[in-house]
Each structure stands twice: as C-alpha cells, then as structure tokens.
C-alpha cells in the first residue's frame, strides 16, 4: 500500500525527491498503487523501489533509474520509459501497451506476461531478460542488443483475434508484418512463386544475349527473373548467397557453359533444398565437371538442356525448360506431402502402441 508521505513528497518533484532518496538511503519507497498518471518523473530515483500495481500511465520516466524497481502488474500505457535503467527490475505481468523503452537498459529485468502491443524496444540492452508469456503484437525490437533468457509463447495477434504464439520476438515481428500488410504478403508470395534464379557468367556479350533471352522469355510468363552473375572474386565463397537465393526461389537455371566461371558453391547447396535445377549448356562446350551425374544423384536437377544460339533458346524456353521444371516442383511437392503423411501415420501407429 502506498506510503502517503512518500507520495507527497514525490509530488513536490524529482529534485526534491531525489534529495530525499540520498539522505534517507535505507528507507524503503512503498509508491505501490500510487496514481501517478501523466507525471513528470524523468530523471527520478526508484532504485529498489515498490510500485506493484502503480497508475503510470502517460508518465515521463526518461532516464529514470528503476533498478530492481518492483512494477509488476503496474499500468505503464504509453509510458515514457527512454534509456531508463530497468535492470533486474520485476515487470511481470505490467502493461506497457504503445510504451517507449528506447535504449533502455532491461538487462535481467522480469517482463513475464507483460503487455507489450505496440510498444518501442529499439536499440533497447534486452540481455537475460525473461519474456515468456508477453503479448508482442506489433512491438519494435529494431537493433536490441542482447539475447533473452526466455522467450516463449509469446502472443502475436490482436485482442478478439485467434490466438497465435510464438517463442521468438523476431520471429514475432516477422509474423506480424506477414499477416498485418499485404504488400509483405505479396512480396513473398512473389518470392515463392514467381521467382526463377538464373545463374552463370555473363559478362560477355554473347553470354549477355543469352541472359536478356532468358528474362525476357520469363518475363512473358509472369515470372521473375533473379540474376546471380558469376563472376569469382579471388578467396570468395558465395554458398550461403546461392543458397538463400535458391530457397525462396520456384525454380533455378544454371547456365554451366563457362566452366571456369560456374559456381562451384552450386553442387554443396543442392542437398539443401529440393528447388527443381535446370542445367544449360551451348552445344559444343564441355559441361562443368562437378556438374556430371547430378541429375542421377539427385531427383530434383533436371538433365542438362543443350542449346545453340540465344534464338533457339528464346524458342524452346517453355517446352525444354520452364514446363519440366514446374513439372518436376509439383512432384516434389507431391512426394513431401506423401512422406509427410507416412510419418505422421507412422507416429500415431507408435503411439497406439505404447
């Protein structure tokens, strides 16, 4: 319960407050249910202090120092909280809905099934900080710094939406932004569903006309061309490149005319993904070495496609590479779907069993 002379010395400001806190060092602060609503309180000393329960919503805590501040269940909505010290302070349960912690310090702080909708944790120390529980819809967390101690079941969706959790805040905003804004939607939809990497030298201009064929003909399908040009720089490895790329793509074409110039990333990244892989090759160059027998070892690579001239290609592009592939990406996805099942089957079966 608050301490009525504490509240009213608080209320003659933080100077004032502040003087007391040092001459009176050992005195325990009990503010818990104060109203404190909209008060100007930045800079103010509650180190250690009791505000379980505190109406501070509105408030300036701007550079407050609530070091082992007790705030749980306390009403912090749109609270001015920026580079406060909240280190190892209890939040449990405290409503920070649209609060601005910007580069405020929660190192080892207790946010357990906080509220944190629409709250700022930009460029805010979050090292061992508890989580667990929060509700995060549409919190920013731009440039944290640290790694939270616990971070699970954490609530991404509106209030009288079906619930959906989550056990990391990053993942947590991802979600959100995906389910929140169409233009993100589409954006990886597009991604996943229209994007065909192509990639191989092409810095001649013969190889450039065989580029232009090749975005230009995709293009006329509604596809969209991703350009991975390979050209080696010396003691470069481009695998996590290529491999990216091709896991948000819906098809790859690798011209491997130029064995010098193929990517020999390729090859390492191909176990990685099931993305259906049309190798290219202009009739009369040998094919890259590493690329032999790649189709046979792996379901999802595609028998090279010879070609003589760009012409050739432009004409033969749906029927020699665009509709195997596809074909091919939709058995896949047929065979992941029947695995899928066997195993779930598979796992109930063990179940009945036991």
Do not use: C
């Amino acid at each position: 319960m608050t301490n009525p002379e504490q509240l009213e010395i608080l209320k003659q400001g933080v100077l004032v407050w502040n003087a007391w806190r040092i001459s009176h060092p050992n005195t325990p602060i009990d503010l818990s249910g104060a109203d404190l609503y909209g008060m100007d309180l930045s800079r103010v000393n509650f180190n250690h202090a009791n505000l379980e329960k505190a109406f501070l919503e509105r408030a300036n805590l701007a550079e407050a120092d609530l070091m082992y501040a007790n705030l749980s269940r306390a009403n912090l909505i749109e609270t001015r909280l920026v580079t406060a010290s909240l280190s190892q302070a209890n939040l449990s349960r405290a409503n920070l809905f649209g609060a601005d912690l910007l580069g405020a310090d929660l190192t080892y702080a207790d946010l357990t099934g906080a509220t944190l909708a629409n709250a700022t944790l930009a460029n805010a120390r979050i090292q061992g900080v508890k989580l667990s529980g929060s509700w995060v819809y549409g919190v920013n967390v731009r440039d944290i710094q640290g790694e939270f101690a616990e971070q699970t079941d954490l609530i991404i969706t509106h209030r009288g939406q079906p619930t959906i959790t989550v056990d990391n805040i990053k993942v947590a905003q991802f979600v959100y932004l995906f389910l929140n804004n169409q233009e993100i939607r589409e954006a990886i939809d597009t991604l996943t569903s229209k994007t065909v990497l192509l990639l191989g030298h092409f810095g001649t201009p013969d190889r450039k006309a065989i580029l232009e064929t090749l975005k230009d003909g995709l293009r006329k399908y509604d596809l969209l061309p991703v350009v991975f040009e390979y050209e080696r720089p010396s003691e470069k490895d481009f695998t996590d490149t290529i491999r990216t790329l091709a896991s948000l793509s819906y098809f790859v074409i690798a011209d491997m005319t130029n064995p010098k110039a193929a990517p020999l990333e390729l090859p390492t990244t191909l176990p990685d993904y099931q993305v259906p892989l049309v190798p290219i090759l202009q009739v009369g160059e040998r094919p890259f070495a590493m690329m032999n027998g790649l189709h046979k070892k792996y379901n999802w690579v595609l028998e090279p496609v010879p070609y003589t001239s760009a012409a050739m290609l432009r004409q033969e592009l749906k029927s020699a590479i665009i509709d195997p592939a596809l074909k091919k990406r939709n058995k896949l996805r047929f065979n992941e779907l029947i695995e899928q099942r066997i195993k779930t089957t598979r796992e109930l079966l063990e179940k009945g069993e036991e």
